[in-house]
């Protein structure tokens, strides 16, 4: 995934992920909107960019921002639309949206994971450094949710 990334001389930053959430029959309704803005609120994350493909049945391709995005889910997701700052690029828009099925649409999120940035700033200052990072796929964390679920948890 390639973004515009702008940054500010000197701000250190939180660890950035992206998040594609899709939504068959295109289902969208906004009801993610308050606990994203509830994360957002406590410290936990901080919204960078959003943006909303929607795709009819033809495969017809939508789009859009939140500040755009209209109806209810326009109106959940509209403390947002002033904040994202475009880093995601066309092409990476395109990608998700070229994979997504006909008949859906997909919530494209970049945020700042801002509960590490204090964490990072001790790292930086103790004269350490990041060596590698990664994320556990979606399917291996589903899987162990189903494991769990069974076992009745941990």
């Not at 939140?66 to 880093?87: N, P, Q, R, T, Y």
């Not at 291996?140 to 494991?147: F, H, L, N, T």
């Amino acid at each position: 995934m390639t973004t515009n990334v702008p940054q500010k001389p000197g701000r250190i930053m939180g660890p950035v992920d992206y998040l594609v959430v899709e939504f068959p029959g295109n289902k969208f309704n906004g009801e993610m909107a308050p606990e994203l803005a509830r994360l957002e609120k406590n410290g936990i994350v901080r919204v960078i960019d959003l943006v909303f493909v929607v795709k009819d049945q033809k495969g017809n391709v939508v789009i859009t921002e939140a500040k755009h995005l209209g109806g209810v889910a326009g109106d959940a997701f509209s403390a947002f639309a002033g904040k994202a700052s475009e880093w995601f690029s066309i092409d990476d828009i395109e990608a998700i949206a070229a994979v997504l099925p006909n008949n859906s649409s997909a919530a494209i999120l970049l945020y700042e994971n801002t509960w590490a940035v204090h964490l990072k700033e001790a790292a930086l200052n103790s004269g350490a450094k990041v060596v590698d990072m990664g994320r556990i796929p979606p399917e291996i964390i589903r899987s162990v949710e189903q494991q769990l679920n069974l076992k009745g948890g941990v």
